[in-house]
């Protein structure tokens, strides 16, 4: 394989899709050596093909407001390679969301769900859509619209979508309903995140801040280091950052930061329960803005407008808010004010020039597809109950995860230490998930 090729081809073909581009080549350039190795996959042209979506639907979502006036939206589902099981993955509702951003994802979520050693394929889904400032009424109608279009390409063994940012219970309640008033038939298990009371898993809301905890704690303890005691800086209010907030303050660490897109809340002496408790409070006022956080906790939290959470002096960063958030500056600070670890749990949170600046300064450095899998992994975990029709406890749930987030820091490692001893993590997970997808592919044939 010669990656450089393989890209150029690409950008000719793709050349404004630049978030699909960027995951792509940094998965290429980090396996390029390894597949190498493997002439039978470039018989096979596997990264020629693992790199192309195997189907895209795209449809308009035609809904009313609380006014009465017709709102039309952009709707997609990206069903990106099912080599190992069947399509998984979330969907986001936010103005962003465009087939770039939906294929980047995709692509990432392929080899996520490879990681997780679980037999889910990777997809991506959503719309642009804004839930922000809509009543419930209305999103309520935006996720019955949406639906009434998806509803026929999804199903338990074909394509289970999930959440993501902008679609939490209350959305995968509404297009549960929905799904399940078109098909007929009480199927929980073709939606994921779905409320305790109809077939959603325990602890699934937090699952995602959750691993990522626990393949950082592994990460330090592999270093020779413990979470108690650090101070821990994260983005974000919403699901995410509550899950990892809740989970960090259990390990004993020091959450001194979160942050909105309006700022950055100060916390010296790091959150409590209560905080933590409010963030939920925050995330559903559906204003998505951070402010009212310093109001609540004014002795205790001072809020920074317009900074980032890495202006915040920490040893160990966890970006949990949306992708490309850490730039090369935001790196430089972060070494700057003495950061020795960095997480991301939100997907390809760090530009390739901030994982470049953390790589060069030889500090811990985790990707996405491996650090936030915790959250699809509990999803797998869910389905494995509807198909069974049992509920676990939060307790043997939490233990499964435990476990998967060990197995995948353990591939990270056994694929990405290198011959002075670093661990290159990034180069750790993604040949991790990219052979066992590469193989199922050449066991298949070429379909």
Not at 73 to 99: D, E, T
Not at 216 to 233: E, F, P, R, S, Y
Not at 248 to 277: C, F, H, R, W, Y
Not at 421 to 429: D, H, L
Request: include cysteine; hydrophobic fraction near 40%.
């Amino acid at each position: 394989m010669k990656a450089a090729k393989i890209m150029a081809d690409l950008e000719k073909k793709y050349s404004q899709e630049k978030e699909y581009l960027q995951a792509v080549q940094e998965v290429l350039e980090s396996i390029e050596e390894e597949y190498n190795k493997h002439p039978e996959f470039e018989k096979a042209k596997i990264v020629e093909r693992i790199v192309i979506p195997e189907r895209i639907f795209s449809f308009k979502v035609v809904w009313v407001d609380d006014k009465g006036e017709i709102q039309i939206n952009n709707g997609y589902r990206v069903q990106f390679n099912s080599a190992i099981g069947p399509y998984k993955g979330g969907l986001r509702f936010h103005p962003s969301v465009n087939l770039s951003i939906l294929k980047f994802l995709g692509f990432e979520q392929t080899f996520k769900n490879s990681l997780t050693t679980l037999p889910m394929g990777g997809g991506k889904g959503g719309s642009d859509f804004d839930p922000v400032g809509k009543s419930d009424n209305e999103v309520m109608r935006f996720c019955q619209a949406f639906m009434l279009e998806l509803w026929r390409v999804i199903g338990k063994d074909t394509d289970i979508p999930a959440g993501d940012i902008g679609v939490g219970g209350r959305e995968i309640g509404f297009m549960y309903g929905m799904y399940k008033k078109l098909a007929r038939e009480y199927n929980t298990g073709v939606l994921t995140g779905k409320g305790q009371l109809w077939g959603g898993s325990l602890i699934r809301p937090e699952a995602t801040g959750f691993g990522a905890l626990y393949f950082t704690q592994h990460m330090l303890h592999k270093a020779g280091k413990d979470i108690k005691g650090l101070k821990v800086a994260i983005s974000g209010f919403g699901n995410v950052a509550w899950g990892a907030c809740t989970k960090a303050t259990q390990l004993g660490a020091k959450v001194v930061a979160i942050s909105g897109p309006d700022g950055v809340i100060s916390i010296p002496e790091g959150m409590n329960q209560n905080m933590i408790d409010f963030m939920l409070d925050l995330r559903a006022t559906n204003q998505n803005i951070v402010a009212p956080f310093a109001k609540k906790f004014p002795s205790e939290s001072k809020f920074i407008a317009g900074k980032k959470a890495w202006s915040v002096k920490c040893d160990v960063a966890l970006p949990c808010a949306y992708q490309n958030e850490v730039a090369e500056a935001d790196a430089k600070e972060l070494l700057k004010n003495g950061t020795w670890a960095v997480a991301e749990v939100s997907n390809m949170g760090c530009q390739p020039a901030a994982i470049e600046a953390f790589q060069k300064a030889k500090i811990l450095f985790a990707p996405g597809k491996a650090v936030n899998a915790g959250g699809v992994a509990t999803s797998g975990l869910e389905m494995t109950q509807n198909a069974e029709h049992i509920s676990w406890t939060a307790k043997e749930v939490d233990d499964r995860l435990h476990s998967i987030m060990e197995s995948i820091h353990n591939a990270c490692v056994e694929y990405g230490t290198e011959k002075n001893g670093y661990i290159n993590y990034v180069k750790g997970a993604n040949i991790a998930g990219f052979m066992k997808v590469a193989h199922a592919m050449l066991d298949q044939g070429v379909i």
